[in-house]
C-alpha cells in the first residue's frame, strides 16, 4: 500500500502585500520512483496551481530546482520521496532573493559572481575564426571539464556558513570557478593575478573549511580539492608577495 505523504510547504509571495511567510501543508499518495519534482508538480495541478517553484531539465542538468529539503540543500528532481520520512518540509534556498514560495532568484548572484571572478579566458592572442581549435593535454581536458560539472544549483552557497555571515564572500561555486580557470592551459593569468581576486577574506581566505558546500553537492564536485589547491597556491603567492617587496 502506498504511503500518505504529509508536504510541509513554505509559502510567500513578496510581491504582495497581503502575503505573509507561513507553512502549509500539503497530502499526496506516493508513487513507485516518485520525486520531490514529480511531488511539487502533482500539488500545484491537483490541488494548489498558485504554489511557485522552478524547474527546467528535470535530470539535474539546470540547477533549477534547488531547495531546502528536510533542512538540507538539495535538487527536487534527484530526490526520490522513498529516501524521506513520511513527512518532509521543504524551504527555499536562503542567501538568495526570494521570487516566491520555494524559488529564489540565483541568476543575479551567479551573474555577479562570473563578473567578479572575471570567468573567461584570458589571453593575447588574436581571434582567428578560421583557425583549427587549440589542443590540449587530455588529463587537463578531463580535470577542466569535471570542473565544469557545476549547474550553478546554488546548494553549496546556501549550505556555506561564511556565505550566511557574509554577503561579499565568494563561496564554493565561484572559487571551483577560478580553480578551473587556473588549471586551463589557454589562460594567461598569473598566480599574483588570482590572488587579486581571490586572495582575501571575501575569497579562500575566508572559507572556513567547513565543507558543508562538498557534502551537499548534486555533481558530487571535488570541492575539499579544489579549495585546499586554492589555499595552497594563494598562501605561496601571499608568501612571495612578501618577500618581493
Known sequence: MSRLLKL????????????????QEFVLEETDSMTLFIALNRIREEQDPSLQFDFCCRAGICGSCGMVINGRPGLACHTKTRDLPGEITLLPLPIFKLVGDLSVDTGTWFR?????TESWIHTNKAFDPTALEERMDNKDAVAIYELERCVECGCCISACGTARLR??????????????????PRDQRTDRDYYEIIGNDMGIFGCM???????????????QNQLGFLRRKMGITSIKRLFSK
Open 112 to 116: 555577479e559572481m562570473y563578473t567578479k
Open 209 to 223: 573549511g567547513l565543507l558543508a558546500c562538498e557534502d551537499v553537492c548534486p555533481k558530487h564536485l571535488p570541492l
Open 167 to 184: 554577503e561579499d564572500f565568494m563561496g564554493a561555486a565561484a572559487l571551483n570557478r577560478v580553480a578551473r580557470f587556473l588549471i586551463d
Open 8 to 23: 510541509n510547504i513554505f509559502r510567500y509571495n513578496p510581491e504582495d502585500e497581503q502575503s505573509a511567510p507561513h507553512m
